[in-house]
């Protein structure tokens, strides 16, 4: 089967933003970088307070068991969060820092 995409469609997967680095930095915090180069320290414990599937994370060796998926930061269990979910927290935090 040949996948063929129309322009659109490969502008918009070339604007897709993506984790491409992620680093475990403390505590539930890691480090992540963007397609584009953005870079943050992210910090992940208030998903693993609030939803039942990142419980497991919880234990500090689980949380730093994690992986790259070519999307997204991923852990054993399936638990993620989509990259433009983290891009955009990332950017908040750019603001923040530049204010």
């Given at each position: 089967?040949?996948?063929?995409?129309?322009?659109?469609?490969?502008?918009?997967?070339?604007?897709?933003?993506?984790?491409?680095?992620?680093?475990?930095?403390?505590?539930?915090?890691?480090?992540?970088?963007?397609?584009?180069?953005l870079?943050?320290?992210?910090d992940?414990?208030?998903?693993?307070?609030?939803?039942?599937?990142?419980?497991?994370?919880?234990?500090?060796?689980?949380?730093?068991?994690?992986?790259?998926?070519?999307?997204?930061?991923?852990?054993?269990?399936?638990?993620?969060?989509?990259?433009?979910?983290?891009?955009?927290?990332?950017?908040?935090?750019q603001?923040?820092?530049?204010?």
């Amino acid at each position: 089967m040949n996948l063929l995409l129309n322009s659109h469609s490969f502008r918009k997967m070339k604007d897709l933003i993506l984790v491409t680095s992620v680093r475990y930095s403390f505590d539930y915090t890691l480090k992540l970088t963007f397609s584009d180069n953005l870079q943050a320290e992210i910090d992940f414990t208030d998903w693993i307070k609030k939803y039942p599937f990142f419980k497991p994370l919880e234990n500090i060796d689980y949380f730093k068991n994690f992986s790259l998926d070519g999307w997204t930061v991923v852990w054993e269990n399936g638990a993620d969060i989509a990259p433009e979910t983290l891009h955009e927290i990332a950017l908040q935090k750019q603001q923040l820092q530049a204010a």
